[in-house]
């Protein structure tokens, strides 16, 4: 019993207590870190949806190009 108290006590323990507003700060991380989460996946669809489109303009330009000479 004496251990856990040491633990529970410990500064690292302190610091994630966060001076007793843990239970603000810790959800705000998680919704921060999912909200970037989701950013970054909505950036990387966006990205490889121009990159086809691109590939495709591409595709389509040399196409016409060929035809027209």
Known sequence: MEKLTEVLSSPSHDAFEMGGYAMYVWPSFIVAALVMSAMVIASMHSL??????????????????????
Do not use: V
């Open 48 to 69: 490889r949806k121009a990159q086809k489109t691109l590939a495709e303009l591409q595709q389509t330009a040399a196409f016409s190009s060929h035809n027209e000479a």
